[in-house]
């Protein structure tokens, strides 16, 4: 075993089991082949074990196999503590049970494959938004401590005067130290795991946060694979920089591909490397041409306090064609999924009285598209955004109905509904506009009138963050009934709902779908109530929806019928 | 670092980096602190460096730490070769740049946790049967060049009076050499990377089998990752007993949490470990009363050219529970998913002509429940289910429509429409009899009317395996037409249909569903044939499907209308 890279490549050892005599334990000997060629080692052996030399023997290794000159130079190139039989014939039983050392670390496909088949969607390259997502989720949990604002900045510098295509994200939250940067690299080591490591500056026990409206929380971190996953489905390489608050350097770490391979062609240790600690600013270190826009992120740390910088080279081509022709597309879908971090928990709400309430986000989520002269650079903040889905239902809705879940033991779901009143001539109810236009033509005419259509009532955010492909399409007590129905069946199609989960739901860990939301919210344990100014009401839910749905009806909707053609008339006068 | 589990625990070894003098470069000693304590290595510190008794320093982390007696101790007990920097004061900056050693081995949740949150099911426990396919998939590919019958055999051994819980899965395939039972360990190994590797027997460069139809290949290996994500959904433990053809010996590897949390715990290589190699029928290794039961499965040894077996232990309660309650349910799931395999290309048909011919399948898929007395063993081979979905629509059809569909650039799908014809009184599409009933209660009475009514039409099988959670709905050329159809509406939703995909369509590392099946089957380049008698036909699909529809509706539908009610009539002559 070779621990810094390859120095100490001279003491391979192999284990030899004297297999030759029936009823007689197999003894173990372990003999170093440093520098011996195989006959100088089967003399060692015949020693050894005090073989006469009129005795023949064979050896082998444990698939029985005669060790010759091709397998022995193999076994002495190799990293393992090979395991050898001495035999009387190649298909002798063995007297005893021998023990094999072996090893099995996880293949470096573990890091750079785990993406691949993670972000699987079925419109094929929808999944890199949610990748990116990985990344604001880790820049959202790091900033979480921050008093001023939170900045996540996105650039992707696609911009060939400046070297290869990167895509960097940089947060000014808290930073990591070395020990903690390493830990990032560990696939797997969560939150949860890591109270359990000895490595010391990362001790700190995980501690939940306090319950908070919506369960806003920034507390998206949870199963240690995120980043690495969202890294190498963009990209083959990822080289990380931060700086935590206190700590005078800057400490940087690259996991690559290219790295992996290096190291399994020449046998060194896959999962050893260095992380370079260097004083804020220093870019020395950055020779290749094809890497010079890293002098200017490194310049920006001067002065910053703390701040972490991921930057992610070899994007697959694909991606650098989706991000520049959907720039629209996979923005607006980010701002939806982080609809409630970048507006605060009432969401995008247009209207005066909102906007200048004090219920605005910290969180600047901004995203930049560099592209050759003369492209001209794009820029966005996800705040501006006004065509996400979740901005749409607000500000197409006249009223709400909100209300909360309790599932046992300790799940807690805050729900809107929102009514879309019928105004004059037509459903306000929002259009997907994200939406892939429906295949199956054989919808039914009767659909077609309603204002939800098929959709699915609604979207679930999980600590605030949406998770994309689980919907719930609705509740017993807000379905249209059996029987007689307090309103026209078409105003149950007229609402959108959204669902704000905490934590003791669980995702899967490409936090695209819930495991079993649906399944625990329709549990009979389950307990619903409404909620009005913050306060809880003591009626059932199904009268207070009732209520609520009536109301709506009479007051919103507002029906223009022209009844019966009379005629055409002319105005002059106007 | 420490190979052969603790036993080279003495020379711990620190890495300093001189930092004091700014505008000269950092320099790096390494210093063996096996058995010293705090001061006789502050001591060697200023010797090795040779500072002035006089000169003030500080020897820190590199998270700018002092280092006190409690560190150095933790460093001592600890793994890694951790750094430290001697400086003149806590928070000078560094002179130049240091490198700092580290190791990012994957935490072994990797291996335990990962099944957990990939077999999600919005459904909950319907996740149980696709962990057992990943084991049933690894027995089709090892059992694949078997000449005579191949055997899987099942077992869930839950009567205490044997031990704990159990579920063990016993093929006639293979085998493992000790090197592939290593191999089999590694997460993410594929066959495609292990062509690569280095270890000698088993260098076997993959090799893509030749088309067969309907790709039932056996060819179900693709991540390295199934076996272990299921083996640790369904338990806590993994006993792998193999014996490879030609090798007189049994290997036997296991791998568990307690052992994963016990060498963390001492600080032991994680994936370290032994194969114990044995002769075939030595159970003496097994002391634990609470396993005995492998006496009896070791005893089965004896007289096999080649076996492996699986024991899988420490069954979580709630999965005992499912494959007790529903043995029904999971055991048709699976009879669905091998349909073709246990079947043969043509699937179930129970029609006499059909029985006898050739086609039959000599794979046994063999389930068999074991729980304490008085209750009676179940048992049953997935051959002799009946209930499952492909044999429903296969006994229910009275025509078929064949098909293939070639994508770019080596994908080929071979497809199967079937036609249930209207009989007299009623549909004879079936019923889905595993669906939850549908919870949406505002169905419109349009689709009741419908034959398959909502459902897509096809269900996807790869490498002849189901892949559970992709349907495609349809195909352009077998949609109702905008215009005028040959044939009554009604008809288009009397076929059911399946999708066969050869290995150059992905499927994600659960195999619940594909990555982009349908994306590619409606690109532009795909090209769809009429397959008649194993002919391409040349006329246009479209055509070609009319046809058929049409002949079918003529041929098949036999709707008796019953017009105009004239009384009724009391026969008493019969
Ligand atoms: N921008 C960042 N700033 C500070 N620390 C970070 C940042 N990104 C990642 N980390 C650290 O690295 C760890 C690993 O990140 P990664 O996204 O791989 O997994 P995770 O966030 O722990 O879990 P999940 O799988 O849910 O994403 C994080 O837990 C966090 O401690
Ligand atoms: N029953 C078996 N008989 C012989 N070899 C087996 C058996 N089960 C597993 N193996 C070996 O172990 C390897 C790893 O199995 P595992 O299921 O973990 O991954 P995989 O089958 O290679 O890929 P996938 O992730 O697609 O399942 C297999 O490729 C195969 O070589
Ligand atoms: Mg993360
Ligand atoms: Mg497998």
Redesign the pocket.
């Known amino acids: 075993k070779n621990v810094d890279n390859g120095t100490d490549k001279t003491h391979q050892t192999v284990v030899v089991y004297d297999c030759r005599i029936d009823g007689k334990d197999a003894t173990e000997r372990f003999v170093d082949i440093g520098d011996l060629d195989i006959n100088d080692f089967l003399e060692v052996v015949s020693k050894e074990f005090a073989i006469p030399s009129n005795d023949t023997f064979v050896l082998t290794t444990t698939d029985r196999k005669e060790l010759d000159f091709d397998r022995y130079e193999e076994i002495k190139k190799g990293n393992d503590k090979e395991t050898l039989y001495l035999l009387q014939s190649e298909d002798q039983i063995l007297p005893s049970a021998t023990l094999e050392r072996i090893n099995f670390l996880p293949h470096y496909d573990t890091l750079i494959q785990s993406g691949m088949y993670e972000y699987y969607a079925s419109e094929g390259q929808k999944a890199l938004p949610y990748a990116f997502a990985?990344?604001i989720?880790?820049?959202l949990?790091?900033?979480s401590g921050n008093t001023g604002v939170r900045m996540i900045d996105i650039r992707l510098l696609f911009n060939e005067s400046l070297g290869k295509p990167a895509v960097v994200?940089i947060?000014n939250?808290?930073?990591?130290t070395a020990k903690?940067?390493n830990?990032?690299a560990?696939?797997r080591?969560?939150?949860f795991t890591?109270a359990s490591s000895t490595l010391s500056s990362?001790h700190a026990e995980y501690v939940r946060p306090d319950p908070v409206p919506r369960s806003i929380n920034s507390d998206?971190?949870?199963?240690?694979?995120?980043?690495?996953?969202?890294v190498f489905y963009i990209g083959q390489s990822a080289r990380?920089i931060?700086k935590p608050v206190g700590i005078p350097d800057v400490h940087e770490l690259v996991i690559s591909k290219e790295e992996f391979e290096r190291k399994e062609k020449n046998k060194e240790d896959i999962y050893a490397g260095f992380i370079r600690n260097r004083k804020v600013g220093d870019s020395s270190h950055v020779t290749s041409d094809e890497e010079r826009f890293l002098h200017g992120i490194i310049q920006e740390e001067l002065g910053k306090q703390s701040f972490?910088a991921?930057v992610v080279t070899g994007i697959r081509q694909d991606h650098i064609v989706f991000l520049k022709q959907d720039f629209q597309l996979w923005t607006r879908e980010l701002a939806h999924m982080y609809h409630y971090y970048i507006h605060g928990i009432h969401g995008n709400n247009m209207k005066e009285s909102y906007r200048s309430s004090d219920c605005v986000s910290n969180i600047d989520i901004q995203i930049s598209l560099l592209e050759k002269f003369p492209k001209i650079p794009r820029m966005v903040n996800l705040r501006q955004i006004a065509e996400d889905m979740q901005t749409l239902y607000i500000n197409a809705s006249s009223d709400t109905f909100e209300f909360k879940a309790y599932v046992d033991p300790d799940g807690i779901v805050e729900g809107i509904l929102r009514y879309h009143p019928f105004l004059y001539d037509k459903e306000t109810y929002p259009e997907d506009r994200c939406a892939i236009p429906a295949s199956d033509e054989d919808d039914d005419g009767a659909v077609h009138n309603q204002a939800r259509g098929k959709r699915p009532i609604f979207e679930c955010f999980w600590n605030g963050r949406l998770i994309p492909y689980t919907t719930v399409s609705e509740f017993d007590w807000c379905s249209p009934p059996k029987k007689a129905a307090p309103v026209p069946m078409e105003c149950y199609s007229r609402f959108s709902g959204v669902l704000f989960t905490n934590d003791r739901f669980q995702v899967s860990?490409n936090?695209l779908t819930f495991m079993d939301l649906e399944l625990q919210l329709k549990s009979k344990e389950t307990f619903f109530t409404r909620i009005v100014n913050g306060q809880e009401q003591r009626v059932t839910i199904q009268k207070e929806f009732n209520q609520w749905l009536k109301t709506c009806h009479e007051k919103l909707d507002k029906q223009v019928n022209f009844k019966g053609f009379k005629g055409m008339i002319t105005r002059t006068d106007v």
């Not at 939250?173 to 990591?176: E, K, L, Q, V």
């Open positions: 990985e990344l989720d880790n820049a949990s790091a900033t994200i947060d939250g808290c930073g990591m903690q940067l830990n990032w560990v696939y080591l969560s939150k890591r990362d998206i971190s949870f199963f240690g694979v995120g980043g690495k996953q969202a990380m931060t972490t991921l860990t936090k």
